[in-house]
């Protein structure tokens, strides 16, 4: 399979505090995305990087990609009881026929 | 603009009984998606159709068959339904291979449960 792995598969923080989690892949890619899924409901695009981008900012979110190492970061700064989730990484693999590979997700929990 | 609609929202069947999840998407999007969510498996494709007229294989086919109506519409359809399909199905949609836009978008979801 070529799903992508995110790590941790959960995370506890204090509200306030950042939250960093993890997406591994195995071949080369066109982008690599994250989604966010609130219990109960679809998943909702956040961000995407292309291969040629190194970091990407979007409001309290910054993603990094390391083609080198496959692998990529989602930084959640100054957290918020609002951000509780689970977080998914999918990636657009080349030549994948227009499919993206999803992760199993990371349930996030922000303490207020 | 409903974006991807999903119908119903929830079902319950009984093993062997059959069923169509509808799917709908007003954004011109060329591909369209069928997954499936079970509690630690994240999500598995079942079926999808990069373009109208085309449908190919997931990860997950087994028991499933599309129909990719036109455009718009895909469906979803469970001939005889098993306890293991217990499931939340969604639905989502995007550009297309190498066409914008390249996130997907997703359906609300069908909770599915067989008994």
């Known amino acids: 399979s070529q799903q992508g792995e995110e790590d941790p598969q959960a995370l506890s923080i204090q509200e306030g505090e950042n939250a960093t989690m993890n997406c591994s892949y195995k071949?080369?890619?066109?982008?690599l995305q994250w989604y966010r899924q609130n219990s109960g409901r679809g998943l909702v695009h956040l961000i995407l990087?292309?291969?040629?981008?190194r970091e990407k900012h979007s409001g309290r979110l910054r993603v990094t990609l390391d083609t080198s190492k496959k692998s990529s970061s989602l930084l959640i700064t100054a957290s918020r009881a609002a951000d509780t989730a689970s977080y998914f990484c999918?990636?657009?693999?080349?030549?994948?026929?227009?499919?993206?590979?999803f992760g199993k997700g990371i349930t996030l929990s922000v303490r207020p | 603009n409903a974006g991807v609609t999903q119908t119903p929202k929830f079902q319950v069947l009984k093993t062997g009984q059959s069923m169509t999840l509808q799917c709908a998407q007003d954004?011109?999007?060329?591909?369209m998606y069928w997954y499936r969510q079970d509690p630690g498996m994240g999500l598995r494709l079942i079926y999808y159709?990069?373009?109208?007229?085309?449908?190919d294989k997931g990860e997950v086919p087994n028991g499933y068959n599309v129909s990719r109506l036109n455009k718009r519409e895909f469906s979803l359809r469970l001939e005889s339904a098993a306890p293991s399909q217990t499931s939340v199905y969604f639905c989502a949609s995007r550009g297309g291979s190498q066409l914008p836009p390249y996130e997907q978008y997703f359906g609300p979801g069908t909770r599915l449960t067989v008994t």
């Open positions: 071949t080369s890619i066109n982008n």
């Open positions: 999918a990636t657009d693999y080349t030549g994948a026929n227009s499919k993206l590979t």
């Open positions: 990087i292309r291969s040629n981008e």
């Open positions: 954004m011109n999007h060329n591909s």
């Open positions: 159709s990069a373009s109208e007229g085309t449908t």
